[in-house]
């Protein structure tokens, strides 16, 4: 039984959190970060186009 708590231990330790990996990916990959803000932006001005586009129509439709 004394095996077991010991491999359990050595388990627990070897647990590395989200937290420390994505501060070791941003400190080997510091441009992940800035190519993650231009994706959210892109993203951003995609969504705002669609509700746009979609706002146009209804208004489009509401004056027929």
Same mark, same amino acid.
């Given at each position: 039984?004394?095996?077991? %708590?010991?491999? /359990? ?5 070897? $647990? ?11 400190? @080997? ?5 800035? %190519?993650?803000? /231009? ?5 951003? $001005? ?11 129509? @209804? ?6």
């Amino acid at each position: 039984m004394p095996r077991h %708590n010991e491999q /359990k231990e050595a388990n627990d330790s070897e $647990i590395i959190s989200d937290r420390e990996i994505w501060s070791a990916i941003r400190y @080997l990959d510091p441009e992940s970060e800035s %190519n993650r803000r /231009k994706s959210n932006i892109a993203a951003a $001005i995609a969504v705002l186009s669609i509700v746009f586009m979609l706002c146009a129509v @209804l208004v489009f439709l509401h004056e027929l």
